[in-house]
């Protein structure tokens, strides 16, 4: 079967403007996680989603930074009036209910210029 | 922010050698996991450890774990060029389902 997959692969955009970063988990994962990853750092928690519901969305740094999973299977994570700082690699993982392991995607590349 | 802290950032053995990584941590957790990264794309989970288990092994991984320091390491023996990588600790979040990552050690394997 087939893995998380996240589009696009890399997205590169200018300070200010709004980009939409995509994660399709695997199929039947109810947990769905968004991890941001600066060089040289292991990855940071953002956002986690049980089902459609975002159950803890602690690690959203500020109001520009949202996510979304309408209908518990595709989430889209929504960055407004991008800056600089936000380049990263944004990788998103799913797993099971209840289950530790997660399953991470190749993660999207975001480059603020 | 991380609360996983990795040692050695980075380690260089050859072929054959065993390697070895170590993982400490701040507050209580339930479980511990340890996750291998190529090419700063996606992780891979490569074992878990349960807050009450101090040793398990998979394959050529063997992990233990240390509540009473908050530590863990874990040891790769025989190594292979393919396990040249960057390899992180992972501790449950504050809701117990999300991951909190250490920085990681990169692991180089020459031939």
């Known amino acids: 079967g087939a893995g998380v997959s996240q589009t696009p692969s890399n997205k590169v955009t200018e300070k200010g403007k709004y980009v939409e970063l995509r994660c399709d988990p695997i199929?039947?994962?109810?947990?769905l996680y968004w991890y941001r990853q600066s060089l040289g750092q292991g990855p940071e928690f953002l956002i986690y989603?049980?089902?459609?519901?975002?159950?803890?969305d602690s690690g959203l740094p500020n109001d520009r930074f949202f996510a979304v999973r309408p209908e518990g299977s595709v989430s889209t994570l929504k960055i407004q009036r991008t800056e600089r700082g936000d380049s990263a690699v944004y990788l998103c993982?799913?797993?099971?209910?209840?289950?530790?392991?997660?399953?991470f995607g190749p993660g999207t590349r975001l480059l603020v210029l | 922010s991380q609360q996983g802290e990795e040692d050695p950032q980075a380690l260089s053995i050859q072929e054959g050698e065993n390697a070895t990584m170590n993982c400490s941590y701040k507050?209580?957790?339930?479980?511990l996991q340890w996750y291998r990264q190529n090419s700063g794309r996606g992780l891979v989970h490569l074992i878990l450890?349960?807050?009450?288990?101090r040793e398990k092994h998979s394959g050529r991984l063997r992990v233990t774990l240390d509540t009473s320091k908050k530590s863990s390491s874990l040891l790769i023996t025989a190594s292979r060029a393919a396990d040249t990588a960057s390899y992180f600790c992972a501790t449950d979040w504050d809701s117990g389902y999300a991951l909190n990552f250490g920085k990681g050690t990169s692991l180089l394997v020459t031939p």
């Open positions: 989603f049980q089902g459609t519901g975002a159950a803890d």
């Open positions: 199929s039947g994962h109810t947990a």
């Open positions: 993982a799913s797993s099971l209910w209840g289950e530790e392991t997660q399953y």
């Open positions: 450890i349960r807050s009450n288990e």
């Open positions: 507050t209580s957790i339930n479980n």
